[in-house]
């Protein structure tokens, strides 16, 4: 049985003293393959040198929508910055993201959010790339974006918020919804409902790590090896075994990232 961890951190500091060696450890426990996703420019560099040093590990680029500085000629900068990146034509970039928007941290910039968001989705469509989103009570918003701005190698729902009107507007987009920590948490009321929502050939699974570490890690650090937990939920709900949940969420993620 191998997994794939479609979203993870591992260019975060939280991983600087020992990066090395968890990555060893995180290969032994059977996760054979995951991303490194960026959220500005350093970690979208970072993400690539990572990918480039170990063939198992693949990169992600793209600005988040809290990742937006100040002045907004520096945003335009950075994109720049972001398209180089994809000018270098490197096979382990697999996606733009995480990109989209983000109402619960950021409320005064919604405008600034959209125009970057959308900026990134032209540039998937012009490199061929999915995106990897990341939305936050930005639903309606972030589905229309969506719906106007045709993304042509579809994408992620990165730690799909459980809400019953969003997933089901992303699956009639044709997106994949990837599950997080979160659906192991007791008090995600409606994990279960959402989870048998999505039909097996559009889930993925991810830890976000160093961030929402499943039950029953809750609170303590993050990495690619509890991808399983998340797993081990959608067996339990969907009723089919863990090795199925495991095949069909790794056979999806080398879809969508078409590796
Ligand atoms: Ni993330």
């Given at each position: 049985?191998?997994f794939?961890?479609?979203?993870?951190?591992?260019?975060?500091?939280?991983?600087?003293?020992?990066?090395?060696?968890?990555?060893?450890?995180?290969?032994?426990?059977?996760?054979?393959?995951?991303?490194?996703?960026?959220?500005?420019?350093?970690?979208?560099?970072?993400?690539?040198?990572?990918?480039?040093?170990?063939?198992?590990?693949?990169?992600?680029?793209?600005?988040?929508?809290?990742?937006?500085?100040?002045?907004?000629?520096?945003?335009?900068?950075?994109?720049?910055?972001?398209?180089?990146?994809?000018?270098?034509?490197?096979?382990?970039?697999?996606?733009?993201?995480?990109?989209?928007?983000?109402?619960?941290?950021?409320?005064?910039?919604?405008?600034?959010?959209?125009?970057?968001?959308?900026?990134?989705?032209?540039?998937?469509?012009?490199?061929?790339?999915?995106?990897?989103?990341?939305?936050?009570?930005?639903?309606?918003?972030?589905?229309?974006?969506?719906?106007?701005?045709?993304?042509?190698?579809?994408?992620?729902?990165?730690?799909?918020?459980?809400?019953?009107?969003?997933?089901?507007?992303?699956l009639?987009?044709?997106?994949?919804?990837?599950?997080?920590?979160?659906?192991?948490f007791?008090?995600?009321?409606?994990?279960?409902?959402i989870?048998?929502?999505?039909?097996?050939?559009k889930?993925?699974?991810?830890?976000?790590?160093?961030?929402?570490?499943?039950?029953?890690?809750?609170?303590?650090?993050?990495?690619?090896?509890?991808?399983?937990?998340?797993?081990?939920?959608?067996?339990?709900?969907?009723?089919?075994?863990?090795?199925?949940?495991?095949?069909?969420?790794?056979?999806?993620?080398?879809?969508?990232?078409?590796?």
């Amino acid at each position: 049985m191998e997994f794939f961890d479609s979203h993870s951190h591992l260019t975060d500091e939280k991983f600087n003293d020992d990066r090395e060696s968890i990555i060893n450890e995180i290969k032994k426990e059977s996760i054979t393959k995951w991303t490194t996703v960026g959220y500005n420019v350093e970690s979208s560099r970072k993400s690539i040198e990572l990918a480039n040093k170990y063939d198992f590990i693949y990169a992600t680029v793209g600005i988040s929508p809290n990742d937006i500085p100040q002045k907004e000629d520096e945003l335009w900068k950075e994109l720049e910055i972001i398209e180089n990146f994809l000018n270098l034509n490197n096979k382990k970039i697999v996606a733009i993201g995480e990109i989209g928007l983000d109402y619960y941290w950021n409320k005064e910039n919604k405008d600034i959010q959209k125009t970057l968001f959308i900026k990134q989705i032209e540039l998937a469509n012009k490199y061929n790339y999915p995106i990897v989103i990341h939305t936050r009570e930005a639903v309606m918003d972030t589905i229309e974006i969506l719906k106007n701005n045709k993304v042509v190698k579809k994408g992620i729902f990165h730690c799909c918020p459980l809400n019953r009107e969003l997933v089901k507007e992303a699956l009639k987009l044709d997106f994949y919804i990837s599950f997080a920590g979160p659906i192991t948490f007791k008090n995600s009321k409606n994990a279960e409902e959402i989870i048998q929502m999505v039909p097996n050939n559009k889930i993925l699974i991810e830890t976000d790590s160093p961030y929402l570490s499943p039950e029953p890690f809750r609170g303590k650090r993050n990495d690619p090896r509890n991808v399983k937990y998340i797993a081990k939920k959608i067996a339990e709900v969907k009723g089919i075994g863990l090795e199925k949940v495991a095949k069909m969420t790794y056979e999806n993620a080398l879809k969508i990232f078409e590796i």
